[in-house]
């Protein structure tokens, strides 16, 4: 552990990027372990950031990117580009923290356009974590939730310690579809990450979390100080 206050010139700014229940929050919670037992680096210093959690929350503050957000997904739309573009701007500009984790941002090729824009003042990285499908299936058939406080578990566990009942992920219920989208939309933009020769780190499916974030932060420690 480097045991000091981490003084960096510049945000370093993390794109977490796979398919639905590949194990992007177990990587970033590697990544966040890691940060802070290797690195030096507070809670504080440190902020993981999900575009679908940022738009929901527009969505029920109401705000003037809420509302053009609604007006279109009244429609049946996702949330367009340049409004999560926009969104994810103000963020990025706003939040206090030095280590900036992005759970599923670019998605879409019409966002991977704006990429280079919005981290240009930051430094950037990219991990990718290809899942084949079928793996995808396997983990997830097992996995629940409880229903009381939210904890993530295995079918096998049998119940949760606060008494709550296991219960299958809402979002996984609709996982085939969402696959579906990710391969249509998701992958391409992959693709075009990939081929722009940003510091890209593509991983395998199989690869653990806590390896994927000692490697990549040994990769990218240059950006730690």
Request: aromatic share 6%; charged share 30%.
């Amino acid at each position: 552990m480097i045991g000091r206050d981490v003084i960096m010139n510049k945000k370093f700014v993390i794109s977490l990027i796979g398919a639905p229940a590949s194990g992007k929050g177990y990587i970033a919670a590697s990544l966040i372990k890691r940060l802070k037992d290797d690195y030096g680096f507070e809670e504080s210093d440190i902020a993981a950031i999900s575009v679908g959690a940022m738009i929901r929350q527009e969505l029920k503050s109401h705000t003037p990117l809420g509302q053009k957000l609604a007006a279109n997904m009244k429609e049946g739309g996702l949330a367009p580009d340049s409004i999560v573009n926009e969104m994810l701007s103000d963020t990025l500009e706003n939040i206090k923290a030095k280590i900036l984790i992005l759970d599923g941002y670019p998605r879409t090729v019409g966002q991977v356009k704006e990429f280079d824009k919005l981290v240009a003042k930051y430094n950037s990285a990219v991990i990718f974590r290809d899942t084949p499908v079928d793996l995808i299936l396997e983990r997830v058939k097992n996995r629940r939730i409880c229903e009381k406080c939210g904890k993530a578990h295995d079918i096998g566990d049998g119940a949760c310690p606060c008494g709550g009942r296991l219960i299958k992920r809402k979002d996984d219920e609709v996982l085939p579809e969402r696959l579906a989208e990710y391969e249509e939309m998701t992958k391409p933009a992959v693709i075009e990450l990939k081929n722009e020769g940003n510091n890209f780190f593509w991983y395998e499916g199989t690869a653990e979390g806590e390896e994927i974030a000692r490697e990549f932060l040994e990769a990218n420690a240059k950006y730690l100080r």
